[in-house]
């Protein structure tokens, strides 16, 4: 469908009204007007398969979770300098998921800022500035948290106090990934020491996302975190992406890893659209800063966020979604795998749970790039009703993360949407 008179006027008001530093997604850009479960609604009506959901993670206006935001915010809504039963429930809920030595939960209200206060615990803890962190790795937006983003453009430069080291693709460079990491990371501390800097902490996503998602082998973090716990720095597991049952058969990406963070930091999925964020940490990591430093956050921890937040840990328990998410996450994996065979620009394909990734390698042939075919395929999909986004270095890796209550039916849709695409973009 072409964009309509009011949707041109939209664009052209946004650029007038909100400056040049927003982004609009596809090249036709989308309106939606309503959303529910897998699925949102443009003004005509038409549906969209919504296959690129990492925040509305139990899917678009969950019941469950609209009842306790609105019966919540028609009773209070105020902040954590009052006593309030929801804000205890959310941390005894939380930290129940992790093993005990991690005992204390701080809230914000998005993901860059808890990457910002988890960078502040470390100095204080470590007395240290370094920062480790891989390649294409993307942690968020405050200014101190952009110096350790390298996705975000040449424009933002790295901190001077800033090392990375490559992602572990093992699909890439073969076996022995945890090895070459740790050494990675050993040369890393060893530049940081070389410059006069002391490290601070190695900070990964730990399923990689924006490195272009690297499940494989489960457990290569291990000697990396000893590396860095060894130079005296701390280890922090992004957890905004892979966090909250995505990966199936963990609560957290970390614990695929058998790796214990010193900090885990958490966004996205965590009040199922709410601002609510935050990490988790243990006693001995945040002592110095606690006393060091008040914390007040405004709107983080707030009484309405909190129910949200309570809602979507009810809900993942009770509706068993991280079986949904390992179960149809496989089955998703396999049909997307078997596109190979039909298409000889599919390269590698990889997942865990509802995570999953397919490279995309343009022929020698074909006259455009293998990022370009890519966006043609993703504009493709979102022609045809299917939403999902690339990543990596080179724009070529198909990002493909459903809402976990995704069905098997909803992958075969999806499947049969990008078959049409690839075939359509190779033509
Ligand atoms: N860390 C990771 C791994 C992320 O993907 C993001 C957001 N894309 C952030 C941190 C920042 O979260 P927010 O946008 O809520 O600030």
């Known amino acids: 469908a072409e964009l309509t008179a009011h949707q041109a006027s939209m664009i052209e008001q946004r650029d007038r009204l909100l400056g040049p530093a927003y982004r609009l997604m596809y090249q036709k850009p989308l309106h939606f007007v309503r959303g529910e479960g897998v699925w949102l609604y443009d003004p005509d009506g038409r549906r969209y398969l919504d296959t690129y959901n990492n925040v509305v993670s139990l899917g678009h206006c969950h019941p469950d979770v609209v009842e306790a935001i609105t019966k919540q915010v028609a009773t209070l809504c105020t902040n954590t300098r009052y006593l309030h039963e929801t804000i205890l429930e959310l941390a005894d809920g939380l930290l129940s998921t992790v093993s005990g030595d991690l005992s204390h939960m701080m809230l914000t209200c998005s993901g860059s800022e808890a990457n910002d206060l988890a960078y502040r615990i470390a100095k204080v803890r470590t007395g240290g500035t370094g920062i480790i962190i891989t390649e294409t790795a993307y942690h968020g937006i405050t200014d101190t948290v952009s110096q350790f983003s390298p996705t975000l453009g040449e424009a933002v430069p790295l901190g001077a106090h800033v090392r990375t080291v490559k992602a572990p693709a093992a699909y890439r460079s073969g076996p022995n990934v945890a090895d070459r990491f740790r050494r990675d990371v050993e040369a890393a501390i060893a530049d940081l020491k070389r410059h006069g800097i002391k490290p601070a902490m190695l900070i990964v996503d730990s399923i990689f996302t924006s490195d272009g998602i690297l499940p494989e082998e489960p457990g290569f973090l291990k000697g990396a975190v000893e590396a860095i716990r060894d130079a005296g720095g701390i280890f922090v597991a992004d957890e905004v992406q892979p966090g909250f049952g995505r990966t199936g058969n963990h609560m957290w990406g970390f614990q695929r890893h058998g790796v214990d963070p010193d900090i885990v930091t958490l966004g996205k999925p965590m009040g199922n659209g709410q601002p609510i964020?935050?990490?988790?940490?243990?006693?001995?990591?945040?002592?110095?800063?606690?006393?060091?430093?008040?914390?007040?956050?405004?709107?983080?921890?707030?009484?309405?966020?909190?129910?949200?937040?309570?809602?979507?840990?009810?809900?993942?328990?009770?509706d068993k979604i991280m079986d949904n998410a390992r179960e149809v996450g496989a089955y998703l994996l396999e049909k997307v795998s078997a596109l190979r065979s039909r298409h000889e620009c599919m390269g590698h394909v990889r997942g865990a749970g509802l995570f999953v990734a397919a490279d995309i390698n343009a022929e020698k042939a074909m006259q455009i790039s293998s990022g370009a075919l890519t966006a043609s395929v993703v504009n493709a999909m979102r022609d045809d009703g299917v939403l999902i986004s690339a990543c990596g270095e080179d724009h070529n890796i198909l990002k493909i993360r459903p809402p976990l209550i995704f069905t098997r039916d909803n992958v075969d849709h999806f499947v049969e949407v990008l078959d049409k695409a690839l075939e359509a973009s190779t033509r």
């Open 277 to 318: 964020a935050g990490l988790l940490t243990r006693h001995d990591v945040v002592e110095k800063f606690g006393r060091s430093s008040r914390y007040f956050n405004t709107f983080a921890g707030n009484t309405v966020s909190c129910a949200a937040a309570v809602a979507v840990l009810q809900v993942i328990r009770r």
